[in-house]
């Protein structure tokens, strides 16, 4: 499978989001491409990469008033929680499990940039946050209650979920 690259396509707008998601794109590429004996030292760069550009995301929203309890960032720690997982099994000699964890990051990050991330960017557009100075020059726009679910309207909030799960099949 070719490796994932960079198109303008993926662009958001958020030039700090957008920068770190070429990075993203472009440590996977290494990942995919490269050799077995340097596919660990590139894998656990593009985990730390991940795990720093996650966290400043998750940041992002909770200082705009997404709930941490959205799906975007519990895909974020799912994510997360496999990308370490792969470094676990890449380290007891099973190169093969990373390469195909390389191969469905490549599918998986061009959906959750256009959707969950292009929302989000939307959503700190709207609210005129500054992700360098962390401040928000629109805070008449912030929600008034946390957003939950995806922050779209086709997601469930977490009391429409607890509402449907307690609805007899």
């Known amino acids: 499978m070719p490796a994932l690259q960079w198109t303008d396509t993926f662009a958001l707008g958020l030039p700090m ?5 070429h990075e993203f794109v472009d440590l996977l590429a290494k990942v995919v491409n490269a050799p077995d004996e340097t596919l660990l030292p590139l894998w656990r760069e ?3 990469h991940t795990d720093d ?3 400043r995301e998750d940041r992002w929203m909770q200082s705009t008033g997404f709930s941490s309890s959205n799906c975007h960032s519990s895909q974020h720690r799912v994510v997360l929680e496999v990308m370490r ?14 390469r195909q ?11 959750h940039a256009q959707a969950m991330d292009a ?9 005129g946050y500054d992700p360098v100075t ?5 805070p008449q726009a912030l929600p008034t209650e946390a957003i939950h679910g995806c922050g779209g309207a086709s997601c469930s909030t977490d009391q429409e979920v607890t509402q449907e799960s307690a609805v007899p099949a």
């Open 85 to 98: 997982e792969g470094d676990k099994r890449g380290s007891a000699g099973e190169l093969a499990v990373v």
């Open 53 to 55: 550009h996650f966290a």
């Open 17 to 21: 989001m957008d920068e770190t998601h």
């Open 46 to 48: 593009l985990v730390a």
């Open 119 to 127: 929302a989000l960017a939307l959503h700190l557009r709207n609210v």
């Open 101 to 111: 964890m390389a191969d469905e990051l490549g599918t998986w990050f061009p959906m």
């Open 134 to 138: 962390d401040q928000v020059n629109m």
